[in-house]
């Protein structure tokens, strides 16, 4: 699975968490990091199109700087992913 497909996976991943998470009865800071997860979650969406459109509008970025990009991006996914299974254990148990 390309690097791409790998983020897309995991953003799927942690906006169903989100989902799960908000219909959990929350206390007020956990409910407060679910929204600052799901924040971060749209913020790496718009820098994953923003690299995209660049690559393909001028092409000046160099298959090194998307990849490090990229890594940077799945990285911060997984720890999306690894905050949201924490909260989603604290919620069901």
């Known amino acids: 699975m390309d ?4 983020i897309g996976h995991l953003l799927l991943t942690a906006l169903i968490k989100a989902r799960e ?8 800071d956990l409910r407060q ?11 790496l969406t718009e820098k994953i199109d923003a ?16 990849d490090a990009a990229l890594d940077r ?3 911060a996914m997984k720890s999306v992913n690894d905050e949201l299974d924490e909260l989603l254990a604290k919620a069901r148990g």
Do not use: S, Y
């Open 3 to 6: 690097k791409l497909a790998q």
């Open 21 to 28: 998470l908000n219909t959990a009865a929350l206390e007020p």
């Open 73 to 75: 991006i799945l990285a």
């Open 33 to 43: 990091r679910v929204e600052e997860l799901v924040k971060t979650t749209k913020g």
């Open 51 to 66: 690299v995209e459109e660049a690559t393909a509008k001028n092409g000046k970025l160099d298959r090194a700087t998307v």
